[in-house]
């Protein structure tokens, strides 16, 4: 068994792990990234399943840290496709000289903590072993995927595809009949798409989601130099602010700051006009329209009626259009999707919807999947079934603390954190987005390089302090935990029963787990912290 040391290991080679390389390098540490796929790119690399791109804004959804790199890089469309954001993540490991750093095909099997050498030790399924100052979790938040308790998905003797662990080479649909399960944001991506070329698609909803249009379209390049010659004033907009790391600015031509409205002071028409005109803008920010669609059931209400109307007049069959209309959780308490032709899909005769809730799913079977009354036989069965979210990857890793406290054990009721940087009993341990900070609820790039400049700037203040080691203090975590569940019950959250609070998984403990307050709340915390002389932390 091969030893190494390093000052940092880190442990993923998304987005977070290419920053922190980038980063660590040129601070002079030694560090050595393990990544488990073939390439960088983390979710990017793994998520290309047919239709797969970003719901964020390619413009915001890019690093700042470099201005060269946000001047030269080219964003083709106002949302980027997977291929062209896993180009990015490719010409940014180039581009930075990051890829000697980074050693792929390597998964991390276990990180145990040795108090006195202080030091992780870090073995990888390949049977090496590393040993490391610090180490950082750059394992993303959504990142394992989860596969449904179906009787008989084993059985499915036809073509069977995971939406987030597709195929690197091209698959086509042409002339199969086609069946689908899962409704969230990789499924109603991929199905429009896969319905343009198969025989026939079967969706199989166990519960709708509700979905604002893209309106996706090519960036117009004079207006990319005209927003590039403004990116810093963009970026600052995009870090400061309560809400999800995107500003207060809408990223499209000619359209100005978002004024924050609250319900109660809106007439009923005037609300109407403001929904409709963020319909037509598309995007995300049609949930932020109206200020408190997320604190307010009314307000949310009024939402969710009007996504309902537009459902209607979009799908022509009634029963069709009844049965994707969500009406099991408040409006954006589950991660609203954004679509292309979404809705319209169910227009073609060739697609048919399954509303699972009337017609349950029994099983299965090598040639399809049987119903209570009916068997659906299908060439081709894809599952778009989600993610064991923000914890899955660190549970899953045999992550052991001081006297072996596993993570899996500190964790059994839902995950613990300071600032959701660090977890007691796991010293120079960080994670990157971790539960407890923004993260999913954010624009990632924002998250991802808030947290790393957070983690290399304390690691810069222990080298120079000539301190070893720093952990998370008991008492400012359960005062943290605390405030992360206190801002979440002021919301509607906590009724989305969705993978925030884990619900989407079995036995997963139910806690919402992302920090609610936005992004500036956060950062502002956060440097709060620094201030104090890092307070709940503590060093040797
Ligand atoms: P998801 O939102 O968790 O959706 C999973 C879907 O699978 C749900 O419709 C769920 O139905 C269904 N499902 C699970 N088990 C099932 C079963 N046994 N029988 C029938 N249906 C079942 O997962 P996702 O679509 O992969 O998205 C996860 C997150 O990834 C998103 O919320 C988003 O944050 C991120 N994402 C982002 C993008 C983007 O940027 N464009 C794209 C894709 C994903 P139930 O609700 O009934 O459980």
Same mark, same amino acid.
């Given at each position: 068994?091969?030893?190494?040391?390093?000052?940092?290991?880190?442990?993923?080679?998304?987005?977070?792990? !290419?920053? !922190?390389?980038?980063? =660590? /390098?040129?601070?002079?540490?030694?560090?050595?990234?393990?990544?488990?796929?073939?390439?960088?790119?983390?979710?990017?690399?793994?998520?290309?399943?047919?239709?797969?791109?970003?719901? %964020?804004?390619?413009?915001?959804?890019?690093?700042?840290?470099?201005?060269?790199?946000?001047?030269?890089? +080219?964003?083709?469309?106002?949302?980027?496709?997977?291929?062209?954001?896993?180009?990015?993540?490719?010409?940014?490991?180039?581009?930075?000289?990051?890829?000697?750093?980074?050693?792929?095909?390597?998964?991390?099997?276990?990180?145990?903590?040795?108090?006195?050498?202080?030091?992780?030790?870090?073995?990888?399924?390949?049977?090496?072993?590393? /040993? &490391?100052?610090?180490?950082?979790?750059?394992?993303?938040?959504?990142?394992?995927?989860?596969?449904?308790?179906?009787?008989? !998905?084993? /059985?499915?003797?036809?073509?069977?595809?995971?939406?987030?662990?597709?195929?690197?080479?091209?698959?086509? $649909?042409?002339?199969?009949?086609?069946?689908?399960?899962? @409704?969230?944001?990789?499924?109603?991506?991929?199905?429009?798409?896969?319905?343009?070329?198969?025989?026939?698609?079967?969706?199989?909803?166990? @519960?709708?989601?509700?979905?604002?249009?893209?309106?996706?379209?090519?960036?117009?390049?004079?207006?990319?130099?005209?927003?590039?010659? +403004?990116?810093?004033?963009?970026?600052?907009?995009?870090?400061?602010?309560?809400?999800?790391?995107?500003?207060?600015?809408?990223? =499209?031509?000619?359209?100005?700051?978002?004024?924050?409205?609250?319900?109660?002071?809106?007439?009923?028409?005037?609300?109407?006009?403001?929904?409709?005109?963020?319909?037509?803008?598309?995007?995300?920010?049609?949930?932020?329209?109206?200020?408190?669609?997320?604190?307010?059931?009314?307000?949310?209400?009024?939402?969710?009626?009007?996504?309902?109307?537009?459902?209607?007049?979009?799908?022509?069959?009634?029963?069709?259009?009844? &049965?994707?209309?969500?009406?099991?959780?408040?409006?954006?308490?589950?991660?609203?999707?954004?679509?292309?032709?979404?809705?319209? @899909?169910?227009?073609?005769?060739?697609?048919? =919807?399954?509303?699972?809730?009337?017609?349950?799913?029994?099983?299965?079977?090598?040639?399809?999947?049987?119903?209570?009354?009916?068997?659906?036989?299908?060439?081709? !069965?894809?599952?778009? /079934?989600?993610?064991?979210?923000?914890?899955?990857?660190?549970?899953?890793?045999?992550?052991?603390?001081?006297?072996?406290?596993?993570?899996?054990?500190?964790?059994?009721?839902?995950?613990?954190?300071?600032?959701?940087?660090?977890?007691?009993?796991?010293?120079?341990?960080?994670?990157?987005?971790?539960?407890?900070?923004?993260?999913? =609820?954010?624009?990632?790039?924002?998250?991802?390089?808030?947290?790393?400049?957070?983690?290399?700037?304390?690691?810069?203040?222990?080298?120079?302090?000539?301190?070893?080691?720093?952990?998370?203090?008991? &008492?400012?975590?359960?005062?943290?935990?605390?405030?992360?569940?206190?801002?979440?019950?002021?919301?509607?959250?906590?009724?989305?029963?969705?993978?925030?609070?884990?619900?989407?998984?079995?036995?997963?403990?139910?806690?919402?787990?992302?920090? %609610?307050?936005?992004?500036?709340?956060?950062?502002?915390?956060?440097? %709060?912290?620094? %201030?104090?002389?890092?307070?709940? $932390?503590?060093?040797?």
């Amino acid at each position: 068994m091969s030893k190494q040391h390093f000052e940092v290991i880190v442990v993923g080679a998304g987005f977070a792990g !290419l920053y !922190l390389a980038h980063k =660590l /390098t040129t601070q002079g540490r030694t560090l050595r990234v393990l990544e488990q796929g073939s390439d960088v790119g983390g979710t990017w690399y793994w998520n290309r399943y047919p239709g797969a791109r970003c719901d %964020a804004e390619s413009l915001a959804y890019s690093f700042s840290f470099s201005s060269e790199l946000e001047q030269t890089w +080219h964003w083709s469309e106002r949302y980027a496709q997977q291929p062209e954001i896993l180009s990015y993540a490719r010409h940014v490991a180039d581009q930075f000289q990051l890829r000697p750093l980074i050693q792929f095909n390597t998964q991390v099997t276990s990180a145990i903590w040795q108090e006195l050498p202080c030091h992780w030790v870090i073995e990888t399924a390949l049977g090496e072993r590393f /040993t &490391a100052d610090f180490c950082v979790m750059a394992t993303g938040c959504l990142s394992v995927p989860q596969r449904p308790d179906i009787p008989g !998905l084993e /059985t499915f003797a036809g073509n069977f595809y995971q939406a987030s662990q597709w195929p690197h080479e091209p698959v086509g $649909f042409e002339a199969e009949r086609v069946g689908i399960i899962g @409704t969230g944001s990789s499924g109603i991506q991929a199905i429009p798409v896969i319905a343009a070329s198969a025989a026939h698609l079967t969706v199989f909803q166990r @519960t709708p989601n509700f979905s604002v249009p893209a309106n996706n379209y090519e960036l117009d390049p004079d207006w990319v130099s005209e927003f590039k010659q +403004h990116y810093p004033a963009h970026r600052a907009n995009h870090r400061a602010g309560n809400g999800s790391g995107f500003g207060d600015l809408d990223i =499209l031509p000619r359209s100005g700051p978002v004024d924050p409205v609250i319900f109660n002071e809106l007439s009923e028409p005037a609300a109407t006009a403001l929904l409709e005109a963020a319909w037509q803008r598309g995007g995300a920010r049609f949930m932020a329209v109206i200020n408190d669609t997320l604190m307010n059931l009314e307000a949310n209400q009024f939402v969710q009626a009007f996504v309902h109307k537009k459902i209607r007049s979009l799908v022509k069959d009634p029963v069709t259009a009844a &049965a994707l209309c969500p009406t099991t959780h408040p409006i954006g308490t589950r991660r609203i999707c954004v679509d292309i032709n979404y809705y319209e @899909t169910y227009n073609q005769d060739h697609v048919r =919807l399954v509303n699972l809730r009337e017609t349950p799913l029994v099983e299965i079977t090598p040639k399809g999947i049987a119903l209570d009354k009916e068997h659906i036989e299908l060439d081709t !069965l894809v599952i778009a /079934t989600g993610f064991d979210a923000m914890t899955g990857a660190l549970r899953n890793m045999n992550i052991q603390g001081v006297g072996g406290l596993a993570l899996e054990d500190a964790w059994h009721a839902g995950p613990r954190t300071y600032l959701g940087l660090m977890s007691v009993g796991f010293p120079n341990l960080f994670m990157v987005t971790g539960p407890g900070s923004p993260s999913v =609820l954010s624009n990632m790039l924002v998250s991802i390089e808030q947290h790393v400049d957070w983690i290399v700037n304390c690691l810069t203040k222990m080298r120079a302090d000539n301190h070893r080691m720093i952990r998370a203090e008991e &008492a400012a975590q359960d005062q943290w935990m605390a405030h992360v569940q206190m801002v979440a019950e002021a919301t509607l959250f906590p009724q989305g029963g969705s993978w925030y609070l884990g619900a989407n998984v079995p036995g997963k403990p139910r806690i919402f787990m992302p920090y %609610a307050a936005g992004v500036g709340a956060y950062r502002e915390a956060c440097e %709060a912290v620094v %201030a104090k002389g890092y307070r709940g $932390f503590e060093f040797a």
